[in-house]
């Protein structure tokens, strides 16, 4: 019998934030997904820079990708530098994979990567969320009960 998974992920150093994913999508599971770099990636990634705001996942060739990360050529690489905005292997168990892949073609959610971290252990993960997108009238929902929060929260202090 396997280790049952955390319910949080174990983000020593979060690199990149997708923020306006939570606002443009009803996130629904999220995944943790290890991801396929090479060497001037890595690098790149450690000193900070990387940016996943239009980024998405796509399920092919029975493999997740990663398209549109934008990862930044490393400043100190020579002619072995990698391409910035190559899609990227997102490393996942059979079973996850095949649960995306049905996720996506039959109910019509999107993968949506939320952000990019570095692990306890120094690993590079992708935190992906199998979502659905939202419409104009949810968006102003969502923002109507974020506002609400806060005057809640200022009220409590003010009074309390």
Same mark, same amino acid.
């Given at each position: 019998?396997?280790?049952?998974?955390?319910?949080?992920?174990?983000?020593?150093?979060?690199?990149?934030?997708?923020?306006?994913?939570? &606002?443009? &999508?009803?996130?629904?599971?999220?995944?943790?997904?290890?991801?396929?770099?090479?060497?001037?990636?890595?690098?790149?990634?450690?000193?900070?820079?990387?940016?996943?705001?239009?980024?998405?996942?796509?399920?092919?060739?029975?493999?997740?990708?990663?398209? $549109?990360?934008?990862?930044?050529?490393?400043?100190?690489? $020579?002619?072995?530098?990698?391409?910035?905005?190559?899609?990227?292997? *997102?490393?996942?168990?059979?079973?996850?994979? $095949?649960? *995306?892949?049905?996720?996506?073609?039959?109910?019509?959610?999107?993968?949506?990567?939320?952000?990019?971290?570095?692990?306890?252990?120094?690993?590079?993960?992708?935190?992906?969320?199998?979502?659905?997108?939202?419409?104009?009238?949810?968006?102003?929902?969502?923002?109507?009960?974020?506002?609400?929060?806060?005057?809640?929260?200022?009220?409590?202090?003010?009074?309390?």
């Amino acid at each position: 019998m396997s280790r049952p998974r955390p319910l949080t992920f174990d983000k020593v150093k979060t690199v990149a934030e997708n923020r306006r994913a939570k &606002y443009d &999508y009803f996130i629904d599971q999220v995944f943790e997904a290890g991801i396929a770099l090479h060497g001037t990636e890595v690098k790149s990634l450690r000193f900070g820079e990387g940016s996943i705001a239009e980024a998405y996942a796509e399920v092919r060739d029975e493999a997740v990708w990663l398209v $549109n990360a934008n990862i930044p050529e490393f400043s100190h690489g $020579n002619r072995h530098n990698h391409e910035p905005k190559r899609p990227r292997k *997102l490393l996942l168990h059979v079973r996850e994979i $095949n649960k *995306l892949h049905g996720a996506v073609a039959r109910e019509g959610m999107t993968l949506v990567p939320l952000s990019i971290y570095f692990n306890g252990r120094g690993r590079a993960k992708v935190e992906l969320a199998l979502a659905k997108g939202k419409k104009v009238h949810d968006k102003r929902d969502t923002i109507k009960e974020r506002d609400w929060n806060r005057d809640k929260q200022r009220l409590l202090r003010d009074r309390g």
